[in-house]
């Protein structure tokens, strides 16, 4: 019995699944920036997208937590898919922290004509996420670290404005509707 007790006392404490998602200190990609320099994936591994040197007019980079999970494939992605203000942003990619076998089969899914121009791109290392500081811990849910939900505007290389989201997945700050309008 007191084996028990005592190993029972030295495990982890398991924190709630509420804890995971909490609003963090803004120190995360500001007005000004630029966009940082690190290969994304499209479609293959081999098809390197770098969106520093991709975006060079106007733009909208859009960040999400993950590729298939229900707000990104609901809400937010068909949110800018459907707004009538979409082809006026420029350029627009949406960055998932996955592989990009996972983001095209997701485009696939989203936009099966590919009519609305957004291309989806990996992150599968996180590197450029981490660049904008809009990474955050989510390995209870998603297996890893995550991006924060975003969207950026930009222009010329540099953030425009930065729309990103406080408890890190909600979807209020970086909808299509307050994003685009």
């Not at 990609?29 to 994304?40: E, M, W």
């Not at 009538?84 to 990009?100: I, M, R, S, T, Y």
């Not at 590919?114 to 660049?131: H, M, Q, V, Y």
């Amino acid at each position: 019995m007191f084996a028990a007790r005592r190993l029972a006392t030295n495990l982890p404490r398991v924190r709630p699944q509420a804890a995971l998602f909490h609003s963090t200190a803004p120190a995360f990609v500001q007005k000004g920036d630029s966009i940082p320099s690190f290969d994304l994936v499209e479609n293959s591994p081999g098809n390197k997208v770098n969106l520093a040197n991709e975006l060079k007019g106007k733009g909208v980079i859009i960040g999400v937590p993950a590729a298939f999970s229900p707000a990104c494939s609901a809400s937010h992605i068909p949110g800018f898919i459907n707004h009538p203000k979409l082809k006026e942003a420029g350029q627009v990619f949406v960055v998932a922290v996955n592989d990009p076998f996972v983001t095209k089969a997701w485009a696939t899914s989203l936009d099966p004509t590919g009519k609305s121009g957004i291309r989806f791109l990996g992150d599968p290392s996180g590197k450029f996420t981490e660049a904008l500081d809009l990474s955050f811990d989510s390995s209870t849910i998603f297996g890893n670290n995550r991006s924060k939900r975003y969207a950026l505007l930009v222009e010329n290389g540099k953030v425009k404005e930065a729309f990103v989201e406080p408890d890190n997945i909600g979807l209020n700050v970086s909808a299509a509707e307050k994003v685009l309008s």
